[in-house]
């Protein structure tokens, strides 16, 4: 009887699939004035929510003319990258009063903002189990 109730308490518990992948953003394109380089991950469902977390996320010193970023022990799937160069590490993502940016960002695919960040669709990619790389220009 114990033998049983051992098995459904397994049964009922969540299956992990032990997949975890890692990776690499090279990130091109640095301007000299140095900063931060603020790196966010998002799936489908955060990319619009202003104030959502991303799924990962990394601040490392931005370095010309490129700096490597890696982004350990995601989940498989499909993802966009928001990222942009923090020249003063104010923490946030400056723009002029008409709301033009004074700050270097990017996207993944390179994809170009249209009068506001570009949709999920035109960033996404998927990230497969393992090693994944993916190279970004700041606009």
């Known amino acids: 009887m114990k033998t049983l109730a051992a098995a459904l308490l397994f049964a009922t518990l969540p299956v992990q699939s032990g997949l975890a992948a890692t990776l690499t953003v090279h990130v091109t394109a640095i301007d000299k004035k140095g900063g ?4 966010s991950l998002y799936d489908s469902t955060g990319w619009d929510m202003d ?3 991303p799924v990962a996320s990394a601040n490392v010193p931005a370095v010309m003319p490129a700096t490597t970023v890696v982004l350990k022990d995601i989940k498989p799937g499909v993802y966009g990258i928001k990222l942009f160069q923090d020249y003063n590490n104010n923490g946030r993502f400056d723009q002029n009063f008409l709301g033009l940016p004074l700050e270097r960002y990017g996207f993944s695919r390179d994809a170009a903002p249209r009068l506001s960040q570009p949709s999920f ?6 990230v497969s189990d393992g090693d994944n790389e993916i190279s970004i220009r700041l606009q």
């Open 51 to 53: 104030d959502d977390k």
């Open 121 to 126: 669709d035109r960033t996404r990619f998927t």
């Open 36 to 39: 931060t380089l603020r790196v």
